[in-house]
């Protein structure tokens, strides 16, 4: 089956985008399904996440968006079976710039994905900067789904609308095909009245797309990353790394009978 890309993305910033494609990734991996992460975030946070600093003059996706390397030379192998990563670094925020006056600016990442370039994976995960420019636009012009991350909390909403309406715009003349995998609460504090409200609204609003499984607010997910590990292999036994892996079963059965896997 052709490997799926999904975009994992949210104007707004601090729901746990970088968290969700870390940990998603690991537990995808977990299932053995050959899943790579690309890290196309300024702030290199899913790179950090992963305990990676890439070296002067490493392939990274910078390198990935302006042509200058093939995807094979811009992956990288993870210390975790079936987990690849194409790294980022700050200077990826002068891609956006760089590629304002390049042909085909949205379609960058798209071209660099054609072809048999991800043959060797199930899953290409990407996870996007808290902003829809060029990066963020270039992710959903490559993506098969759209996974948005949404906090349990005031204001959850915000920047969600415009997302949606930028989403129609990338479907009506980017990507028609581009499909919403899923809508998923995070940050959930079941002890507060105004979690369960921000819960019942997103489903109001987005029904069936809003996914059963819900990431609490856990001290341990927010530990991982500074650890360099995923929350799996930073402490299994979390409410954090539950959640996510009965994420990953509920992800897997949601696309893999759609794609007929």
Do not use: W
């Amino acid at each position: 089956m052709r490997p799926r890309v999904v975009a994992i993305a949210n104007q707004k910033g601090g729901v746990g985008k970088t968290t969700t494609a870390i940990s998603l990734g690991a537990t995808l991996a977990a299932y053995e399904r050959r899943t790579l992460l690309l890290d196309l975030d300024p702030q290199s946070n899913c790179t950090a996440g992963l305990g990676l600093r890439p070296s002067a003059g490493e392939a990274t996706s910078y390198d990935l968006l302006l042509g200058n390397v093939a995807l094979t030379a811009a992956a990288r192998a993870t210390e975790f079976p079936f987990l690849g990563l194409v790294p980022a670094t700050p200077d990826l925020a002068g891609a956006e710039v760089e590629l304002v006056g390049m042909v085909g600016r949205e379609f960058r990442l798209r071209d660099a994905l054609a072809g048999d370039a991800l043959a060797a994976y199930d899953f290409a995960l990407v996870d996007c900067p808290p902003s829809l420019g060029l990066l963020t636009l270039n992710a959903l012009a490559a993506a098969d789904g759209l996974l948005v991350p949404i906090q349990c909390e005031y204001f959850a909403l915000e920047g969600v609308s415009h997302l949606m309406t930028t989403i129609e715009e990338v479907r009506r003349f980017l990507n028609p095909a581009l499909s919403i995998d899923g809508v998923l609460l995070t940050m959930y504090d079941e002890r507060t009245r105004l979690a369960q409200q921000v819960a019942d609204e997103v489903r109001g609003v987005f029904g069936d797309l809003v996914f059963e499984t819900v990431v609490p607010r856990n001290v341990r997910l927010a530990e991982a990353p500074s650890f360099g590990r995923p929350i799996h292999a930073y402490d299994l036994r979390s409410r954090g790394s539950q959640a996510y892996l009965e994420l990953g079963r509920e992800y897997l059965q949601r696309t893999e009978a759609a794609d007929g896997r």
